[in-house]
């Protein structure tokens, strides 16, 4: 009913800092290493590499000592030097610096080799493997073979082409923070133990993990409910926002399901458990967090295609050189020679520097407005959004509920008693519309009188007396069901302004009411109506019920609202409308959100939200100012124009260098040297470190 849904006492979504978190070696049945998400098919190859930093700095003191011992493609610079022997020191320290410095690029290009997608790390493998394995080939024809012209080793390359290609990844891994284990989080909202009655009454303690099936439980008051189950004794109220997202605590009475992970009320439960582990609701949104950001994961960035087509265009022309050129020198070295140059030149250092230099910069301006970027695909993926999905509570509302309206309907009172006597029975009450009418009555200076024999109501409110008076603080609920006059004209109109309405109660008689509602967040409907402009059409998803949904929406300016959702009914959504070929971004808070945060294309958690919603985003809002959205989709759109431009620079060298390299133009005299390769390589490194560097926010 409208009135008991608006009358009852809500609780709202809890923010992180309010999280318990207990520590969990497991949750029932489930094991956490076989669910992390770092194990997933198709993440970032580089997640494995260890301490990529510790990396970089052995390789680059490897790679110091073949920089001055070894000429850069051929041409010696003023800066080296050898001595006899030192090229023995070079082939040992270029040898140690492929198998320690290449291993992560070797073992990546494995894996997208095995997937069949060759990208960055199979262009980068095949330069430094190409590399090494003609340097060593040149080594053992000059030292014990040929007699004749010296052939050109690449080992100065193959240094500085690992320690660029560490630089770049390690630039990048530190500016986009490594994903959280939202997963673990989540088993994390479940007590470590459970109280089990047995058959003859008595209660016994237990892990949680030795729950079964059909199990009796008791349920204490605060406690938080062990394993999903069916209520067989007693009646409470459950705050399972952190679950549901639902922000009013919903009643539960014997035969109703509750769901692990909810808080229990006032009130103590028996409940059977009807599911543990894998067969739990939380267990399955766990799932679908851990499906979801598998399937992300595959998704494919920019780099990843220019370094696909360039690895096959490298490939092809390297091949097409050697035997064009062999098949007019008829001798090996020339050919092997150009084919060579041809595959290193492909793999530019400006490439591997490219996006990360332009990540790393972007996320260093992001951090300054507010916004922590967490996967530089979502970037990417923001410059063509169709649709931001958005939940209500704490995304578009405060999540906190304030005092909007005190009414005496008592002409002996003043609005002031009223708000004193209101204070006064809800003084130690932990009830979210409490702390609401606290505020407004120390806001409002009010002297608070003292309250006796007060009494919690399970699904009514309180009672005690004030002044010698019997008080109640009740639902419009109640009121209906014990036939007590009230103005219901007035309650439906503050009602349908998304308002909370208690009344109170002195001697039976109704003397007055509280309104409280949950406050729209300032820079909330600007935002949208700057989406709209933009062509981005919003949509409400909300656990919350869909009347008090539409009042927002129709305030903010927003026409799609989906109310009374569970987090596999927002997943389902946003899978619905990506089938349908939109691109989503979705903006939440919740535990409930978490799954349709790692199913969008792009997912951005409010910094006050839960820890679990944000280990499950690409983006957090730091300020959780909703105006920052439009922010982030300046940034988004900039960084993307800047990643393109860096792309262009490192690609482009290839397009005028590798034909050179493989002499398209040898019939006119016209051959890229390899000291011409070397400065275009340089060049291009530096025009696309000062390009990212201009990069700024709108």
């Not at 050898?82 to 494995?110: C, D, H, Q």
């Not at 992300?296 to 050189?321: H, N, P, Q, R, T």
């Not at 007060?454 to 209906?480: F, P, R």
């Not at 300016?557 to 971004?585: F, T």
Request: charged share 20%; with cysteine; proline share 3%.
């Amino acid at each position: 009913m409208k009135n008991e849904k608006h009358g009852e006492h809500n609780e709202m979504q809890m923010s992180s800092h309010e999280m318990n978190h207990q520590d969990h070696e497991h949750m029932a049945g489930m094991n956490h290493h076989e669910m992390d998400h770092g194990s997933m098919p198709g993440m970032d190859h580089m997640s494995h590499m260890g301490n990529l930093k510790q990396m970089f700095v052995v390789s680059l003191f490897m790679a110091i000592p073949i920089v001055i011992l070894s000429p850069m493609m051929g041409v010696t610079l003023p800066f080296q030097f050898t001595f006899p022997g030192s090229e023995w020191v070079v082939l040992i320290l270029a040898t140690a610096l492929f198998i320690y410095g290449g291993r992560p690029f070797l073992s990546g290009a494995k894996m997208e080799l095995q997937a069949k997608s060759p990208a960055m790390m199979t262009l980068i493998a095949l330069g430094i493997s190409v590399s090494y394995i003609y340097s060593l080939y040149a080594f053992i024809m000059n030292q014990f073979v040929q007699s004749g012209p010296h052939i050109m080793d690449f080992f100065w390359e193959l240094a500085t082409l690992i320690v660029i290609m560490l630089l770049g990844h390690w630039i990048e891994m530190r500016a986009v923070s490594n994903a959280g284990d939202a997963l673990k989080k989540m088993a994390e909202l479940l007590p470590s133990k459970a109280t089990v009655i047995m058959s003859d009454g008595k209660t016994h303690e237990v892990s949680l993990s030795d729950v079964k099936m059909n199990d009796r439980l008791l349920v204490r008051a605060g406690e938080k409910i062990p394993a999903d189950g069916k209520i067989v004794e007693g009646q409470s109220r459950l705050n399972e926002s952190m679950v549901t997202g639902e922000a009013k605590e919903v009643e539960k009475v014997v035969g109703d399901q509750v769901i692990g992970g909810s808080v229990n009320g006032s009130g103590t439960l028996s409940i059977q458990v009807t599911g543990t582990g894998e067969s739990g609701y939380l267990a399955q949104v766990m799932q679908l967090v851990g499906s979801a950001k598998a399937e992300k994961s595959k998704v494919e960035s920019l780099s990843d295609k220019v370094a696909k087509w360039l690895f096959y265009v490298a490939l092809f022309a390297g091949i097409l050189a050697f035997i064009v050129w062999f098949s007019i020198t008829k001798e090996l070295n020339t050919p092997l020679e150009r084919m060579v140059t041809v595959l290193i030149i492909a793999c530019p250092h400006a490439l591997g520097l490219a996006i990360p230099l332009v990540t790393a910069r972007s996320t260093s301006i992001g951090a300054k407005n507010g916004l922590l970027i967490r996967n530089r695909n979502a970037l990417e993926a923001a410059k063509k959004v169709d649709i931001v999905l958005m939940d209500k509570t704490g995304t578009l509302t405060e999540g906190n509920f304030s005092v909007y309206q005190v009414s005496s309907l008592d002409a002996r009172y003043s609005d002031k008693q009223i708000l004193s006597y209101f204070a006064a029975l809800e003084q130690n009450s932990n009830h979210p519309l409490a702390a609401g009418i606290l505020k407004q009555a120390k806001v409002e200076n009010v002297a608070i009188p003292l309250a006796k024999q007060t009494e919690n109501l399970a699904g009514i409110g309180l009672q005690g007396e004030v002044d010698n008076q019997e008080m109640k603080i009740v639902t419009a609920n109640y009121l209906l069901k014990k036939e007590i006059q009230y103005d219901q004209a007035q309650f439906n109109q503050l009602a349908e302004l998304g308002n909370s309405i208690s009344y109170l109660l002195i001697d039976n008689q109704v003397a007055g009411l509280v309104a409280q509602g949950d406050q729209i967040k300032a820079g909330a409907k600007e935002m949208i109506q700057a989406l709209i402009r933009q062509q981005i059409e919003p949509i409400m998803l909300t656990g919350d019920n869909k009347a008090s949904a539409l009042v927002v929406a129709k305030q903010l300016g927003i026409q799609q609202v989906h109310g009374g959702l569970l987090p596999e009914d927002k997943e389902k959504i946003v899978k619905q409308y990506r089938d349908a070929g939109k691109v989503v971004m979705m903006v939440g808070d919740g535990v409930n959100d978490a799954p349709s945060l790692a199913r969008a294309n792009v997912g951005i958690a409010i910094g006050a939200g839960t820890d679990i919603a944000i280990d499950s985003a690409d983006v957090i809002l730091v300020k959780s100012d909703p105006s920052d959205i439009l922010h982030f989709l300046s940034l988004a759109k900039n960084t993307t124009r800047k990643m393109i431009q860096n792309l262009w620079w490192g690609a482009g060298y290839n397009i005028l260098a590798i034909p050179l390299a493989a002499g398209i133009l040898a019939p006119i005299g016209i051959i890229l040297s390899p000291a011409l390769g070397a400065i275009l390589m340089s060049l291009s490194t530096v025009i696309v470190a000062l390009n990212a560097l201009t990069l700024k926010i709108d």
